[in-house]
């Protein structure tokens, strides 16, 4: 068993390690991300703002659909809780998540699918206001950036593409047309 100069035994010295070491980095890298995301997805459901644009970097770009680009954290915010604040309440879900993580230069990308509800008019029979598409994601690690204690391994959203491939029900504010 491989020693260090004093004799002893450790971790760094035995074959392999390395690429141990690797390999937990990606999973926690990936799960990182994923955990960026539903945090992220779950305070825009809870209106809770301040916590969503907190996934995203300062320079971060959103482009979506219907709507022409937007360019910068404060625009992004602006935009999106316009939009969204107008329904009553709503389901952000994130589907089928993947993730590349490229650790030595600090960069990911990721997919996945969105499944949008908005409830349209609460207690009333009315079918919700629904759309989906693709997400395409990327990433920006910032070590130094400070995550609030949400242990996001100080990964930022740098560019969200998505597409509408589907819609159902009636957008009646017009919110994503």
Do not use: K
């Amino acid at each position: 068993m491989p020693r260090t100069t004093t004799g002893q035994d450790t971790p760094a010295a035995r074959p392999g390690h390395c690429a141990l070491e690797r390999r937990l980095r990606l999973l926690e890298d990936r799960e990182a991300l994923r955990s960026l995301l539903h945090r992220g997805w779950w305070a825009l459901d809870r209106r809770d703002w301040g916590t969503w644009i907190g996934c995203w970097a300062e320079d971060a770009v959103l482009e979506f659909g219907p709507w022409e680009e937007v360019r910068g954290r404060d625009a992004i915010r602006a935009r999106v809780e316009e939009a969204e604040s107008a329904y009553p309440s709503m389901q952000h879900h994130l589907l089928n998540l993947d993730f590349d993580v490229d650790a030595e230069r600090g960069r990911a990308t990721g997919t996945g699918y969105m499944w949008f509800v908005a409830v349209t008019a609460p207690g009333l029979d009315t079918a919700p206001y629904a759309m989906g598409g693709p997400y395409d994601w990327e990433f920006r690690r910032d070590d130094g950036a400070a995550d609030g204690g949400q242990n996001n391994g100080g990964w930022r959203l740098t560019r969200q593409r998505l597409g509408v491939w589907w819609t159902t029900g009636e957008d009646r504010q017009n919110s994503f047309g």
